[in-house]
């Protein structure tokens, strides 16, 4: 599709010298003064255009020519082919052609859009399209101009409204409005005489007006709108096509200021091209302003729309534009009935029926969101009950068409918008993250950016140890839907070709469909919470998975779990009870070893759950106490470390930092001096030195903060610091024995040597080591170094007092 | 309304080198607001460049997880192949978030076919249905009116076709409400302006 020679075309046009652009130029200018285009002209502007587009940086084209192509595009005998290349190579060339465009606009409504799309193109500030904007504004005020005015003044219109909203005036924006009611309300009923531009039989077939048509064949009974067929469209109809396409964004820009008119709103609609100060001032309050009235008509536009889509449309194409109508309409009521609230008695009726019609049809499926977001807005006004239509939007839409990109864009869109009504107002949201976390699952990559933005209004106290879990098993969730898939796939065709397809993950296809697993994916396939936090056998499910470890997507969601993790500990520890933490704390030690084995997904959750251990335990220092049982457990297994060696060092390290009488009046000599023994176990147990032995496989990291650790946990029950030394003397020993030295570096044995030193001297001084291998908690604030008189500068000091009188210990 | 339309390279292709890409066509419709109000026309006009080169890379990023994920295989459709080649497009959407590139939370829809992607990128509350159906309809026009499909070079010496196309589907950016009579006499005069 992109061959060699289309690059080097690329090459050739970016490297071109100046002289030989100039010729160019110089030669194209010639030919456009030539009479009649050839196609050399055509093709060398052509050439022009790539070669004033393919580079970064601006190319500079002769001012005459610039000039020539400004005057073909303003003329209207020229062929469109030639307004095209004009108006691109001037778009992408300087000097910059607005000014000298805009000085003379032209009247032709033909090439009035493509000078119009130069100017928007260059424009780098309002100032620079006001030119374009008055032009086309007149255009729309004189009243004979409908043949005049240029297909494109709306679609010009809505551009420079959307990027300087400031550009219209109270009474433009009404000139405008009326415009549009007309446009959209009042187009013909009638075919247009069907002469196609230019067509060959144009002259002798046009035919008497044929009435319009339904999508379905049926003639149509009320006013025109975009579901209105024929076999060609007058100008008006045109008109009310573009009308429609930027109804919304045109309602968005200027409907914001409520039906309380400013002074300048003029309530006249009996001649409604003159401007009447006197009638601002009528009495009759009867008479809608021209805002006023747009808002009603694009409301009846709106449900007429939804009616007509209801029709069973002949042409596929017709089917799809009645789903995007459907959409387009109930997001313009939304904004109707949000400037004005008279309106949703009115909308209700025609929403709620729309709803019964489209709700269980997944065809339909994107369109019951703005059918959500309309509910969200307008049931409490109207006091209708909508808890059955979230009901099912969070229960059904995910389950079902969890692999649609786009419906899953949109509906994780709409959750992040109303995310903060959604959690206080509809009971299912925090229920559902089962099923919302299935679009992430499944679409990792594309929507992880939305849902770190969403997940902390999905914690709730209640749910949040079963999110833990399932956020853990995110990858789990996203192989069963795979297989899920694979299986339905499968199920039609014969036997034999999923087991050739499947070949790679036919065991797990087969738990899939055994009934006796069936339990465990009904659990991770679940569409709400509140079924259990997690489930028993988790390690079997993995196993059952362990096909699907290496597939893709499977591998795609992992990625995303520890990002996922951070944010869910980030959120729920602000809001963490004590109850809750000490459940986070206990998820932590058990998930550690209980994980999908994907390549590098257990080291990189383990190194999320590190950091949060930490930040856990900082928070809430007595979780040590409370859950001292199973730490003790954890800490005291030497198999910890072979498995999860930095999760390990972490749990090792928060115990000798919050293990302290100073954080809970519960930590006890005796609870001390078991930890103290434990760890002690440990070390003794892995630094065992024989000569047959393998070298050690954990980090000297490891080493130290296990020694750091007992000297720290022996300065709080003194009666220990003599073991504690014994026990640190013989580490030389160990970091000098072969299989050691073989192992680490000599750099790392050094380390570990003269942190055994340090500690011991340390230690000699109980009342001092206990200062500096327990800080007080205000250690991290400027005060504590700073003050002279403060603890910590007086610490420093006997620090290195002592480190002076002994400095055999310094490293050398 | 649509902010701009590009069609680049999206997967390694023979003629350039791994994680290089191309933008074949790029059409950004004006004006942009927010930054640049300081900014001299080249200034400008290298800023938007390199805002679209980030978006295609951002594409590319997209199309190849998702084409990853779905272990969908590539498969080769050649000239007169475009309905096929449509049909087996991957396609999916992702939201600019509040980058600065463009204004806030723009919408990038894309539609990769084989090593091209056509790209759409909308402001916030666009239709994005709508928007699919005219990004599908473009890229069935682009891919049979310059020969996407072939070896040749049509989509950098025929630009001006892919002009006259969005001029008319998506003039100015707007996206349109085509029935399929309206979508059809615009097609007549597309047709008519090719063979002249």
Redesign the interface.
């Known amino acids: 599709?992109?061959?060699?020679?289309?690059?080097s075309?690329?090459k050739q046009?970016r490297e071109i010298k100046e002289e030989e652009l100039q010729r160019f130029c110089g030669r194209i200018f010639k030919l456009l003064h030539t009479k009649d285009v050839s196609g050399e002209t055509v093709?060398s502007l052509?050439?022009l255009?790539?070669i004033v587009?393919a580079t970064?940086?601006?190319r500079e084209l002769p001012s005459d020519l610039v000039l020539k192509l400004q005057t073909v595009l303003r003329s209207s005998s020229c062929?469109?082919?030639l307004l095209?290349?004009s108006?691109?190579i001037i778009r992408?060339s300087?000097?910059?052609s607005v000014h000298s465009l805009c000085s003379d606009l032209s009247q032709d409504s033909r090439t009035f859009?493509?000078v119009?799309?130069v100017v928007?193109?260059?424009?780098?500030?309002k100032e620079?399209?006001i030119p374009l904007c008055h032009h086309l504004l007149k255009s729309l005020e004189s009243r004979l101009s409908d043949g005049l005015i240029s297909?494109?003044a709306?679609?010009?219109l809505?551009?420079?409204t959307?990027?300087?909203p400031e550009i219209l005036t109270d009474d433009q924006v009404n000139l405008v409005s009326r415009k549009l009611v007309d446009w959209l309300r009042y187009a013909s009923m009638q075919q247009g005489a069907s002469m196609?531009?230019?067509g060959f039989f144009s002259g002798p077939r046009t035919r008497q007006p044929a009435p319009l048509m339904e999508?379905d064949g049926v003639v149509t009974g009320d006013f025109f709108t975009?579901?209105?067929?024929?076999?060609?469209?007058t100008e008006d109809q045109?008109m009310n096509?573009?009308s429609?396409?930027?109804i919304?964004?045109w309602l968005?820009t200027y409907d914001t200021d409520g039906t309380t008119n400013t002074e300048s709103d003029d309530r006249s609609e009996v001649d409604s091209s003159v401007m009447s100060m006197v009638s601002a001032t009528s009495s009759s309050s009867r008479l809608l302003s021209p805002k006023e009235r747009l808002r009603e008509k694009a409301f009846e536009y709106c449900q007429r729309l939804i009616e007509q889509s209801d029709r069973k449309a002949l042409?596929r194409?017709?089917t799809?534009?009645q789903?995007?109508?459907i959409?387009?309409s109930v997001?313009i009521i939304d904004i109707i009935c949000g400037e004005d609230p008279s309106y949703v008695y009115r909308a209700f009726p025609c929403i709620k029926a729309l709803y019964g019609r489209l709700n269980g049809d997944f065809a339909y499926a994107?369109a019951l969101l703005p059918i959500a977001q309309f509910y969200l807005n307008h049931s409490e006004t109207a006091a209708v009950d909508s808890e059955a239509v979230f009901c099912q939007l969070f229960s059904h839409c995910p389950t079902e068409q969890f692999n649609d990109?786009?419906l899953a864009?949109?509906f994780v869109?709409f959750c992040l918008l109303n995310s903060s009504v959604l959690q206080d107002r509809v009971a299912n949201y925090r229920q559902s993250f089962p099923n919302l976390l299935k679009f992430l699952a499944w679409?990792?990559?594309?929507l992880i950016?939305?849902f770190v933005e969403l997940l902390p209004s999905l914690v709730a106290p209640d749910t949040a140890i079963e999110l833990l879990h399932t956020i853990i098993d995110l990858p789990c969730l996203a192989a069963t839907l795979d297989l899920q898939q694979r299986s339905a796939c499968y199920q039609a065709s014969d036997r034999t070709t999923w087991d050739q397809q499947g070949a790679k993950v036919a065991a797990s296809l087969d738990a899939f469909r055994q009934l006796s697993y069936r339990g465990f994916f009904l659990y991770i396939l679940r569409p709400e919470a509140g079924t259990g936090d997690t489930i028993d056998r988790l390690k079997l499910l993995h196993e059952l998975l362990a096909d699907m470890a290496e597939?893709?997507?499977v591998v795609?969601c992992a990625q995303v779990v520890p990002v996922l993790l951070h944010v869910y500990f980030n959120t729920v520890t602000q809001k963490a009870d004590e109850k809750l933490m000490n459940q986070l704390l206990l998820v932590l030690l058990e998930r550690s070893s209980l994980l999908y084995n994907i390549k590098t997904f257990n080291a990189e959750v383990q190194k999320v759950f590190s950091t949060h251990l930490q930040a856990l335990c900082k928070l809430h220092p007595p979780l040590i106490v409370d859950q001292s049982r199973e730490i003790l457990e954890f800490a005291g297994s030497p198999a910890n470390i072979y498995s999860k060696e930095d999760f390990y060092t972490h749990v090792v390290w928060v115990i000798g930092e919050f293990l302290s009488v100073s954080y809970d009046p519960r930590c006890t000599v005796e609870l001390i001096t078991s930890f103290f023994e434990s760890l002690e176990a440990v070390l003794f147990e892995i630094t065992q030195v024989r000569q047959s032995a393998s070298p050690p496989s954990y980090s000297p990291r490891l080493i130290t903060v296990l020694m750091t650790t007992l000297a720290k946990l022996a300065t709080r029950s003194q009666d220990l610091i003599p073991r504690a030394s014994l026990f640190l003397s013989k580490m030389r020993v160990f970091a000098r024995s072969g299989p050691v030295m073989a192992c680490y570096s000599e750099e790392d044995t050094e380390e570990i040597i003269t942190r055994a030193h340090e500690l011991i001297n340390l230690l000699k001084l109980p009342n001092v080591a206990q200062f500096v291998l327990a800080p007080s908690a205000g250690g991290d604030g400027p005060r504590w170094h700073r003050d002279t008189n403060a603890s910590l500068p007086q610490a420093m000091r006997a620090v290195s007092g002592l480190l002076h009188r002994h400095s055999s210990f310094l490293p050398t | 309304m649509v902010l701009c339309f590009l069609i680049h390279t999206v997967c390694p292709v023979s003629a350039l080198s791994a994680g290089e890409i191309r933008i074949l066509y790029a059409r950004v419709f004006g004006p942009e607001t927010g930054d640049g109000c300081d900014f001299t026309p080249e200034q400008r006009r290298l800023v938007q460049k390199e805002k679209l080169h980030v978006v295609a890379r951002q594409v590319r990023s997209a199309v190849a997880l998702s084409r990853e994920a779905s272990g969908s295989l590539c498969t080769e459709a050649v000239l007169g192949e475009e309905a096929v080649a449509l049909g087996e497009a991957d396609r999916g959407v992702f939201s600019l978030g509040n980058a600065e590139l463009f204004p806030d939370r723009s919408v990038v829809l894309w539609l990769g076919v084989q090593s091209l992607a056509f790209t759409l990128v909308c402001r916030p509350h666009e239709n994005l249905l709508l928007a699919e159906g005219a990004l599908r309809d473009i890229a069935r026009h682009c891919l049979e009116e310059l020969r996407l499909l072939g070896p040749g070079a049509e989509v950098l010496l025929k630009s001006d076709r892919v002009d006259t196309l969005l001029h008319r589907l998506l003039p100015h950016g707007q996206l349109l409400f085509l029935n399929h009579r309206f979508a059809s006499s615009l097609d007549k005069e597309m047709a008519s302006y090719v063979s002249k």
Request: glycine content about 4%.
């Open positions: 599709m992109y061959a060699a020679a289309t690059e075309l690329i046009a093709d052509q050439r255009h790539l587009s970064k940086y601006a062929p469109e082919q095209v290349l108006s691109s992408e300087v000097p910059p859009s493509y119009a799309s928007l193109s260059q424009a780098g500030n620079d399209v297909k494109h709306l679609p010009i809505s551009k420079m959307t990027a300087y196609s531009s230019g999508v975009v579901l209105c067929v024929g076999q060609s469209y045109w096509m573009y429609f396409s930027m919304k964004s968005l042409k194409m017709d799809e534009l789903k995007a109508c959409i387009e997001s994107r990109p786009m864009f949109e869109q679409n990792s990559s594309g950016a939305e597939s893709p997507r795609q």
